[in-house]
């Protein structure tokens, strides 16, 4: 297994709870050598079901924030239009800190920290060869892909590479919200608030310990300020400010109190993205459909996950090849309905047309 996402240590915990040896080769050098990221919406019948598969359920159930699921959305001039709350007992897609999740599915797995694999040979009779950063190499009986967007396993299978859509993010965090802010933590409330514009908006989204990560989005280029240093957290601050002017003061304060802030353009694969089954070598979640970060993204590569250490397992002698090919033509399938779903569903929320977003969020709510 290639890469210690969602994906990747879902496959492992669901294969080590069958009884079958994994390795996770992670390129970071400890679990915490990078920020984790913000929170993650779990599905019932996608992420939540991936972890009941793994025996994991009641323990995320026991971590998640079932409140995290209300959302609240602002016209740029403060006005609520929409404040969505959840019922007491609602858990069709609580939130969970993506560092949490993480040290719920390492449990009792075989990492190898600090193994950057630079590239994965097509299998053959003997195995497959994965080279890794300081010049060795090793040899496998199944490779699987979960190394993300860029990922170094993809060649081995598909020469395709991600595009970008048109639309790039730029991500800042409070911290301490409900004690530094409380004004912002009232206004953003358990869950998240939204505010959409013409081809702009501003999301922020609640993780625990008063934790809020804020995401700004808006079309442009995508070489538009790739000059400006991104640790000049001032020059980034007021670019924003300058695009998002006219908004509402308690909404534009999101930015004004931001700490430090990351440039993320977004790029995907094709919808449609499929490739010619390669003898020992498959790839699950962002590999192999990189899709607009929707909610969508991480649920699919944890059943992924799952689905395959279960395709796995069950293989007799000699039919691990077919249950891998079986797998890949299940994912396609399923996966190509959400990137569809989701690409469609960036066009509306960064839209020329504001109203858009709206409509979009009336119709999922309703749904």
């Known amino acids: 297994m290639v890469g210690s996402g969602p994906a990747g240590l879902t496959f492992a915990r669901v294969l080590h709870r069958h009884g079958h040896p994994v390795t996770v080769l992670e390129r970071d050098t400890a679990p915490d050598a ?105 040899t496998f009986d199944l490779v699987v892909g979960a190394d993300g967007a860029w990922s170094r396993t993809r060649p081995a299978v598909s020469p395709v590479t991600p595009h970008y859509t048109g639309v790039t993010l730029v991500e800042t965090s409070l911290a301490d919200v409900d004690t530094r802010h409380p004004g912002l933590a009232r206004l953003i409330g358990d869950g998240s608030l939204a505010v959409y514009g013409v081809n702009r908006a501003l999301v922020a989204q609640r993780g625990s310990g008063g934790h ?52 993320r353009p977004l790029h995907v694969l094709p919808v449609s993205h499929t490739w010619p089954h390669v003898r020992g070598v498959t790839l699950l979640g962002d590999a192999a459909h990189l899709m607009p970060p929707l909610g969508a993204g991480a649920n699919l590569a944890m059943l992924e996950g799952a689905e395959l250490a279960e395709a796995v397992a069950a293989a007799g002698p000699g039919d ?23 690409a469609d569903g960036l066009e509306r929320l960064v839209s020329p047309d504001p109203a858009e977003a709206l409509a979009l969020f009336d119709e999922v709510q309703s749904s």
């Open 34 to 138: 990078r920020p984790p990221g913000g929170t993650l919406d779990l599905h019932e019948g996608l992420g939540q079901l991936a972890l009941d598969k793994a025996g994991l359920l009641a323990q995320f159930q026991a971590l998640s924030r079932p409140e995290g699921q209300a959302m609240r959305i602002l016209d740029t001039d403060g006005t609520v239009l929409r404040d969505w709350r959840p019922r007491p007992d609602d858990r069709a897609h609580p939130e969970i800190d993506r560092g949490q999740l993480r040290d719920l599915l390492l449990g009792p797995l075989d990492v190898r920290w600090g193994r950057g694999v630079t590239r994965v040979a097509p299998g053959t009779r003997d195995g497959v060869p994965v080279h890794f950063t300081d010049g060795r190499q090793e």
């Open 320 to 342: 691990l090849d077919g249950a891998v090919r079986a797998f890949e033509e299940r994912m396609w399938a399923r996966a190509g309905r959400w990137a569809r779903i989701t």
């Open 212 to 263: 809020v990560k804020v995401y700004a989005q808006f079309r442009a280029p995508l070489d538009r300020d790739a000059n400006r240093d991104p640790a000049d957290a001032e020059a980034v601050r007021s670019s924003l400010l300058a695009l998002f002017d006219g908004w509402a003061a308690p909404v534009l304060d999101l930015l004004r109190h931001g700490t430090a802030f990351a440039r």
